[in-house]
């Protein structure tokens, strides 16, 4: 079997991998020279665990190489980015480029299958522009009778910093143009993944791929609006949420200094932007954990101004725990704001970045570990929940000014009526 994946970043190259390990023959594809070279160097250009000796080890046998361009394949899988642009509108263009590509080798019996999160309807824009390309060929959705190609979509839905392990025990929803669409696809899926591979309309695979992503962010909202109610009550939203949570059907998630990565926050608006009279709570949900990020700034701003001698070690740079990845990170967006406006009275401790990036610099602030943070810093910012922060133990921080947003250490000493705002001494 011969399989073209088209997009080599954090979804396709795990992919491309886990296929070329079944023994199929993969070609990567990638619009970046870079990526290319190294990848064929058996190297990877992304962080995720266990990767690196996957990649290398493919590369040597000769079941995974890279390339510009598209070549003749039985499957190709489609996982490129959809930014979204002005007013939050999806943009589908690298989606229909990499189908461009792929028409030009396009041969009856060939698989096509999209794996990028995409608006409702994509996969089906994506055999119109096959069908126009490709006259020669029977289209699925654009011909009498059996058609010679089949076209799928697939999301994926694995976790950053566990993707490996997810392609495979994940189960799949597999929607199809038309159901022999999914059947094809589905004898594909069947290669690698040990989970269900459950088959649907394509457009009902699209959109559940949005409402998975769509319901998590909902749910953050809804802690996120909690830590401000409790804030104002002066009660502990941590411990409400686990007291809360020891019922049977409630199941409420963490608050935060807001929501990051590339998925959760951005895929919501491929609903709003599709349906926006349909989608007040969706819309609000995005709107209330954006807002919680500008609230961070705010009370941590606050805080620092009324302790002006305090110097402030700002815990953690990542969208989320125990990862390097910084993109689209509240945690990022508010060590930023705090540095700007207070410039070398802001420390940051990030044990997973080496240097501080582009945005600090000129402010004056620095990277710093954490023994040192807590030797010079009076004030801490928790941002991530990373485990390295959590294993500090009380001695070593008992003396501190702490807002704690991810509620790491609920042995903090507080004052009655919420978080302290001014030092002791
Ligand atoms: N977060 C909270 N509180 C929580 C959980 C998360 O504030 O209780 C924050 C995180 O700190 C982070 C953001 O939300 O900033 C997103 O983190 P995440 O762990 O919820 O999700 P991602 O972006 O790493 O991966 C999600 C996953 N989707 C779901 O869990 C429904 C993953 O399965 C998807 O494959 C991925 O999006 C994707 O690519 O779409």
Redesign the pocket.
């Known amino acids: 079997l011969k399989v073209c994946v088209l997009g080599l970043g954090y979804i396709g190259l795990p992919t491309a991998a886990v296929i070329a390990r079944t023994g199929a023959k993969v070609l990567g594809v990638d619009v970046h020279q870079s990526v290319v070279d190294t990848v064929n160097s058996g190297k990877v250009h992304i962080e995720e665990i266990d990767l690196d000796g996957l990649v290398s080890g493919v590369v040597a046998r000769g079941s995974l190489r890279a390339s510009l361009n598209v070549e003749q394949a039985d499957v190709f899988v489609i996982a490129v980015p959809t930014p979204f642009g002005e007013n939050h509108a999806p943009d589908i263009g690298f989606v229909l480029k990499a189908a461009t590509n792929a028409a030009i080798v396009l041969k009856a019996g060939d698989v096509v299958i999209l794996e990028s ?1 995409s608006p409702v309807g994509t996969t089906e824009k994506v055999a119109e522009l096959l069908a126009s390309l490709r006259p020669d060929l029977k289209i699925p959705g654009h011909c009498v009778g059996v058609a010679d190609v089949a076209i799928a979509y697939c999301p ?5 910093g566990r993707i490996l392990v997810e392609l495979i025990d994940n189960d799949r929803v597999i929607g199809g143009i038309t159901p022999r669409c999914a059947r094809k696809a589905l004898q594909f899926y069947r290669r690698f993944v040990r989970g269900a591979c459950v088959t649907t309309t394509a457009k009902a695979a699209e959109m559940t791929k949005l409402t ?2 769509a ?2 962010d909902v749910n ?1 909202a809804f ?1 996120n609006e909690l830590s401000l109610v409790a804030e104002k009550m002066g009660v502990d939203v941590w411990e409400v949420i686990r007291l809360a949570n020891r019922h049977p059907r409630v199941n409420i ?4 200094p807001g ?3 590339h ?2 926050a951005v ?1 919501p608006w491929f609903l709003v932007s599709a349906a926006p009279e349909q989608t007040p709570l969706i819309r609000t949900a995005r709107e209330v954990n954006d807002g919680k990020t500008d609230y961070v700034i705010g009370h941590a701003a606050a805080m620092i101004e009324s302790n002006p001698a305090a110097r402030v070690a700002c815990l953690g740079l990542a ?2 725990a125990n990862i390097d990845d910084f993109r689209e990170s ?1 945690a990022l967006k508010v060590a930023a704001a705090l540095a700007q406006r207070f410039g070398e009275r802001i420390q940051i401790v990030e044990p997973y970045a080496n240097a501080l990036p582009a945005t600090f610099d000129g402010t004056g602030a620095e990277l710093i570990d954490v023994d040192s943070a807590i030797e010079s810093c009076e004030i801490f910012v928790v941002l991530v929940d990373h485990d390295v922060f959590k294993s500090v133990p009380l001695d070593e921080r008992a003396d501190k000014l702490v807002y704690d947003t991810r509620g790491i250490w609920p042995d903090q000493p507080r004052l009655a009526g919420g978080e302290p705002l001014r030092l002791a001494s």
């Not at 994926?156 to 950053?160: I, M, Q, T």
């Not at 998630?253 to 935060?256: H, K």
Request: glycine share 12%; net charge neutral.
């Open positions: 999160t994926e839905r694995v976790l950053p998975e992503n319901f998590r953050i802690a998630l963490s608050p935060g929501v990051g990565g998925c959760i895929d969208f989320k509240p």
